[in-house]
């Protein structure tokens, strides 16, 4: 029932008055944090708009070139984005649209894990811009995938697969999750 609204955030700098916030373990979505106006004419009940924010900086000597490199990469939720139909929600949905944030959390950690294999290389700028487009490219398969197996979380059987996989992804990589 929930549909997947996929929005890339490339994070530059954080605004205080921005609305957004960062998967943290401690904090499930509630219904409250929906505060897009629902679309009518959607079969939708819910819509969950989440994505990867990302930034970088290079480290470079005008003797040595390129130093090293520090990365952000965040998954991020976008409550003015996000919308539900009050009156046909209920906690089973919920709980399928907080699956799609955890499945972006998922994709960061997958991202995380990328650079921390990268080497500090004159290329690093390019490499770090492939693996960040790779990481949406694939973050956006996986949530598609999740709503046509789950069947927008219908099939309670897939749904409950969805959410063994990716929980077990997420304890396997820990090392990497959001803090």
């Known amino acids: 029932m929930g549909k997947f609204l996929f929005i890339i955030g490339f994070l530059l700098c954080f605004q205080s008055d921005r609305s957004e916030f960062s998967w943290q373990e401690s904090h499930k979505l509630k219904w409250s944090d929906f505060k897009g106006e629902p679309d009518i004419n959607s079969h939708a009940a819910a819509v969950t708009a989440s994505g990867i924010t990302f930034s970088y900086s290079i480290e470079k000597s005008s003797i040595r070139g390129v130093t090293g490199f520090k990365t952000k990469v965040f998954a991020h939720f976008y409550p003015e984005h996000s919308w539900c139909k009050k009156e046909v929600v209920n906690n089973h949905i919920l709980n399928h649209e907080q699956?799609?944030?955890?499945?972006?959390?998922?994709?960061?950690?997958?991202?995380?894990?990328?650079?921390?294999?990268l080497k500090t290389s004159a290329t690093v700028a390019k490499d770090l811009d492939k693996l960040h487009k790779e990481a949406n490219i694939?973050?956006?398969?996986?949530?598609?995938?999740?709503?046509?197996?789950?069947?927008?979380?219908?099939?309670?059987?897939?749904?409950?697969?969805?959410?063994?996989?990716?929980?077990?992804?997420?304890k396997r990589l820990e090392k990497f999750k959001s803090r």
């Open 99 to 117: 699956f799609h944030f955890n499945i972006t959390e998922l994709n960061v950690r997958y991202l995380r894990e990328d650079i921390s294999k």
């Open 138 to 170: 694939n973050l956006s398969k996986m949530q598609n995938l999740y709503d046509t197996e789950t069947n927008y979380s219908i099939n309670k059987e897939e749904q409950a697969k969805w959410v063994t996989f990716v929980n077990t992804e997420l």
